[in-house]
């Protein structure tokens, strides 16, 4: 619990610091409301001792959507810590107290879930963030889960692809990324099913004692991977891109959970560079 407080203490510092500088870079659609919540979540993550270690590389084309799977609330720390990005999340999350308004102060995408209806408005902004010069992520499974599969991808909101594309004067393809996260180590240990649930936020976990929990633990080891990105035009059938990304997470995480993380000679939440970015969606 002591390290948990600390670690408060020094996010409401931070966040103290950097709340003025996000505010004006909305207001006046400045390059820096990008940067800021990406440092925000490096720093985060380094004193919440979580150690990222990276597979392949995000592409550097724009505009680029990335799908990914979702195991935790923290994902959204580990992804934004990676590489700026904006995500996309259900609804009820800007409600939340505190972690909606980080949400928002990083210019989430609110989608309502339980409304078809609605998928469209949902598809027009995500295409507008694209199209604005954005890295979107988008949790494909609709859902998190324990963190050793992947649910099948949705489609629905790859539509922004062809909204993007249909509405742009300037593009005529958009990249899609697959990415993968996979907690490998706990504390040092690796990553079981017994330990999986001190990371893996889903289900009916509460949120407040399962955040307590993961800041007040000691080191946590992640590995993000990235997978082949492709360039996608306007007849690209969403469906088939929803299904090749899910079968690329698969494999990559299978891969990483076999794997483990390199045991590194650095202090805990430095991150590693491998070899070859508050929301939430738990539903």
């Known amino acids: 619990m002591i390290r948990f407080i600390l670690v408060i203490l020094a996010l409401i510092v931070l966040t103290l610091l950097l709340l003025p500088l996000q505010l004006l870079g909305i207001a006046f659609n400045l390059r820096w409301q990008r940067t800021i919540p990406h440092i925000y979540h490096r720093i985060l993550c380094a004193l919440a001792g979580v150690r990222i270690h990276q597979t392949g590389h995000r592409s550097p084309d724009t505009p680029v959507l990335i799908l990914a ?21 259900k609804s009820e999350v800007a409600g939340w107290p505190v972690f909606g308004w980080l949400a928002k102060l990083q210019r989430t995408v609110f989608i309502d879930r339980e409304r078809r209806q609605k998928t469209g408005a949902a598809t027009e902004e995500i295409a507008g963030r694209l199209l604005g010069g954005d890295a979107v992520v ?27 594309l249909g509405t742009s004067t300037h593009h005529e393809q958009i ?10 180590r706990f504390d040092g240990l690796p990553m079981g099913r017994a330990l999986r649930e001190r990371v893996a936020w889903y289900g009916d976990t509460d949120l407040i004692p399962h955040f307590i929990g993961v800041l007040s633990s000691g080191a946590i080891d992640v590995t993000v991977s990235w997978g082949e990105a492709l360039a996608l035009d306007i007849n690209t059938d969403r469906k088939q891109t929803a299904r090749n990304a899910e079968a690329a997470v698969r494999r990559m995480t ?7 993380s390199p045991q590194p000679s650095v202090s805990a939440g430095a991150m590693t560079l491998g070899t070859a970015g508050i929301s939430a969606s738990n539903s």
């Open 69 to 89: 799977n979702h195991v935790s609330w923290l994902d959204i720390c580990v992804i934004s810590a990676v590489t700026p990005v904006v995500f996309v999340a």
């Open 138 to 164: 988008l949790f494909a499974e609709g859902t998190s889960n324990d963190g050793t599969r992947i649910l099948p991808f949705k489609s629905a909101l790859i539509g922004a692809v062809h909204h993007a």
């Open 175 to 184: 990249t899609v990324q697959p990415m993968s996260v996979a907690y490998t």
């Open 254 to 260: 299978v891969a990483a959970l076999r794997a483990g």
